[in-house]
């Protein structure tokens, strides 16, 4: 199924245009995937694979957002990332025959594009350097879980809480001024963010609500935040 127009937009984008990967590709070669790929829509809340599942393809986010998880023997969730347009998975089963350890859920009305992962293996003999990009990637997210083993084994909650804010004001300023007030929306629930930091919902709004006694910051309803004291959020860490 070729999946022209999957972004939703009037001019025409293919899904392939929204990963960075594929940036240097012609548009011939473009229409050639996207002619090999599929597109599946899922709604809130809706699996779109799960631990044990085998893919030989590619996974791309085209609009919505997906949550990655693992789910431990006890039945303890620990978030592993939150990916957002552009985002994609199942990488590795692009290299080698592989079953997915992971599970994948939209957290809002989410499409996806399949691109068959023979597909991809072959544009990556014509053109090498995709696997470099590749490579960089999963690079990027070993980083990323070296970062979530550091933050859950070596951090208390309260500077889990003062980092993932810190984050998120850099990707609204990345040299932001100490002087002045930001205002975040959480991207997920408390209940996921609380997952994903490796702690409990519970504790999660009773260390936000000290930081809103402290000054620190501001709540306003359930995903608002207002940082008033990014000085002393630093300090925590």
């Known amino acids: 199924m070729f999946c022209r127009q999957c972004s939703g937009h009037s001019h025409g984008n ?11 590709l012609t548009d011939q070669e473009k229409e050639s995937v996207m002619n090999a790929s599929a597109h599946k829509k899922y709604n809130k809340g809706e699996i779109i694979f799960t ?54 859920e939209a957290l809002e009305p989410t499409d996806i594009c399949l691109i068959r992962g023979a597909k991809i293996r072959d544009l990556i003999l014509k ?14 997210r070993v980083e990323e879980a070296e970062e979530l083993i550091e933050q859950i084994g070596l951090r208390d909650v309260e500077q889990r809480i003062a980092n993932f804010l810190l984050m998120e004001i850099k990707k609204i300023d990345e040299n932001y001024n100490k002087s002045k007030e930001y205002e975040i929306t959480l991207p997920i629930s408390k209940g996921d963010l609380a997952s994903l930091i490796g702690t409990t919902q519970e504790t999660l709004s009773r ?25 002393n959020l630093e300090m925590i860490l």
Do not use: H
């Not at 053109?127 to 990027?140: A, N, R, T, V, W």
């Open 127 to 140: 053109k090498p350097e995709i696997s470099l990009k590749f490579l960089q990637k999963y690079s990027e």
């Open 207 to 231: 260390k936000l609500s000290n930081f809103q006694d402290n000054g620190w910051i501001k709540l306003i309803g359930q995903r608002i935040i207002i940082i008033t004291d990014l000085e």
């Open 14 to 24: 293919l899904c392939i245009d929204n990963i960075p990967l594929f940036s240097n």
């Open 51 to 104: 631990y044990g599942d085998y893919f030989d393809n590619l996974f791309v986010v085209n609009r919505g957002r997906v949550k990655i998880s693992k789910i431990s023997v006890l039945g303890k969730e620990q978030i592993l990332r939150i990916l957002e347009p552009g985002g994609f998975m199942g990488e590795l089963s692009l290299f080698k025959q592989t079953i997915l350890n992971s599970t994948a």
